[in-house]
């Protein structure tokens, strides 16, 4: 057979940093001890509680056939009440809300619910990539909306002209943000919500940050905050961040009916549901998370006092941002982000992800991740600091 992968996936842009993973892989294979802050994964466990419910459920011979492709009831309850509790955002369960493989399968899945071959989604760069190549995959041009240091890295909708908007069908949006540690207040939601009502455009917000905060006077608010937001939103929650839970794959959709029941439609056709066994375990976590992710939040401001310190020391510049598990920092004068990034691995052994990697509006910084035990994360830091 002569092999030709299908042209979607031709679509999908040259890997930039081929180069940079060779390197690694070349350390690595040395036994150089390579320290990567590249990846935005965290290294804390799952609280037992979740994991005991895991195992309880597993057992239940009913739970090992397949489950609904639109969610456990009982987990899509307890979704419901997380909403009112967290945001106070009043959902229904059976129809405002969804089950997903985690947001990273709501966000790829949402391209092929509301995109038809050549129809235009506007995506932050800049961002997580899966919102340009969801939209590639299900046959659907893109329009970049940079985000801005200037502007706390919210989209400028002043910035997208008329015939633009009037095109759009989709708005990707991620706020607590991914790469740049952003955050957004209600006001610029309710612009978002009054542009979308406009233009008729369906705003997916991307919430996987939403409990990864560090004010806690000024908790990162939902979409569904906005007036008239249920009309044009929808908001893809994950497990994954909240919980340390990215490889349980879990995670739901909320907001308007409509494209709600589509997705579910959607789905049924392409995977069957989220196992109840996790589903259960997701209702564990859920409805404990005020007390679940406290530790958590505990451990990551001591990692962002360490990292901060030391920038500060080097008089590297960085974002100053209260949520996200990433700071979001300036390369040095005379760097690129490419260039910086191949430093730090060549004369430090340690990773940091090149801005660019998010995207053209990402040229100029680096990303850190925090998702590191302290002790390597102070010996990462030492190694910047000896080399600048
Ligand atoms: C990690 C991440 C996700 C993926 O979440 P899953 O629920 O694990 O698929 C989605 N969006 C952003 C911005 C992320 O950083």
């Known amino acids: 057979m002569i092999f030709e992968e299908a042209d979607r996936l031709?679509?999908?842009?040259?890997?930039?940093?081929?180069?940079?993973?060779?390197?690694?892989?070349?350390?690595?294979?040395?036994?150089?001890?390579?320290?990567?802050?590249?990846?935005?994964?965290?290294?804390?466990?799952?609280?037992?509680?979740?994991?005991?419910?895991?195992?309880?459920?597993?057992?239940?011979?009913?739970?090992?056939?397949?489950?609904?492709?639109?969610?456990?009831?009982?987990?899509?309850?307890?979704?419901?009440?997380?909403?009112?509790?967290?945001?106070?955002?009043?959902?229904?369960?059976?129809?405002?809300?969804?089950?997903?493989?985690?947001?990273?399968?709501?966000?790829?899945?949402?391209?092929?619910?509301?995109?038809?071959?050549?129809?235009?989604?506007?995506?932050?760069?800049?961002?997580?990539?899966?919102?340009?190549?969801?939209?590639?995959?299900?046959?659907?041009?893109?329009?970049?909306?940079?985000?801005?240091?200037?502007?706390?890295?919210?989209?400028?909708?002043?910035?997208?002209?008329?015939?633009?908007?009037?095109?759009?069908?989709?708005?990707?949006?991620?706020?607590?943000?991914?790469?740049?540690?952003?955050?957004?207040?209600?006001?610029?939601?309710?612009?978002?919500?009054?542009?979308?009502?406009?233009?008729?455009?369906?705003?997916?917000?991307d919430n996987a940050y939403s409990d990864v905060y560090f004010d806690p006077g000024n908790k990162p608010v939902s979409f569904f905050n906005a007036a008239e937001s249920k009309e044009v939103g929808l908001e893809f929650n994950s497990l994954s961040k909240t919980f340390n839970m990215t490889g349980w794959r879990i995670g739901f959709a909320a907001g308007n009916r409509k494209v709600i029941e589509s997705l579910g439609k959607?789905?049924?056709?392409?995977?069957?549901?989220?196992?109840?066994?996790?589903?259960?375990?997701?209702?564990?976590?859920?409805?404990?998370?005020e007390n679940l992710v406290r530790p958590n939040l505990e451990v990551y401001r001591n990692r962002r006092k360490i990292i901060f310190n030391t920038l500060d020391k080097t008089g590297i510049k960085y974002y100053k941002s209260d949520a996200t598990i990433y700071i979001w920092a300036e390369v040095p004068e005379g760097h690129t982000s490419k260039s910086f990034s191949e430093l730090l691995l060549n004369k430090a052994n340690v990773v940091v992800t090149p801005g660019n990697a998010f995207g053209i509006f990402g040229e100029g910084y680096f990303r850190i991740s925090i998702t590191l035990d302290d002790a390597k994360l102070e010996e990462a830091l030492e190694r910047i600091k000896k080399i600048l």
């Open 10 to 205: 031709k679509t999908i842009p040259p890997y930039l940093f081929a180069e940079i993973d060779r390197v690694i892989n070349e350390k690595k294979a040395k036994g150089e001890d390579v320290i990567s802050l590249g990846i935005g994964d965290p290294d804390i466990a799952t609280p037992d509680l979740i994991i005991e419910e895991l195992c309880r459920e597993a057992k239940n011979p009913v739970n090992h056939r397949y489950p609904s492709s639109y969610g456990l009831k009982l987990f899509k309850e307890a979704a419901a009440n997380y909403y009112l509790r967290r945001f106070n955002v009043k959902l229904d369960p059976e129809t405002e809300i969804i089950t997903i493989w985690g947001s990273k399968e709501g966000i790829a899945n949402i391209a092929y619910t509301v995109i038809n071959p050549g129809d235009m989604a506007l995506v932050p760069d800049p961002g997580y990539l899966v919102y340009k190549l969801g939209t590639l995959f299900a046959g659907g041009t893109y329009h970049i909306m940079p985000l801005r240091q200037k502007d706390d890295f919210l989209v400028n909708l002043d910035e997208i002209d008329t015939g633009i908007a009037k095109k759009a069908k989709i708005m990707h949006l991620n706020y607590p943000n991914n790469p740049t540690s952003s955050t957004c207040s209600n006001s610029f939601f309710e612009k978002v919500s009054q542009f979308a009502n406009k233009y008729n455009i369906l705003v997916c917000h």
């Open 266 to 289: 959607y789905k049924t056709n392409v995977d069957s549901g989220v196992f109840n066994a996790v589903q259960y375990a997701g209702v564990e976590a859920l409805n404990n998370y």
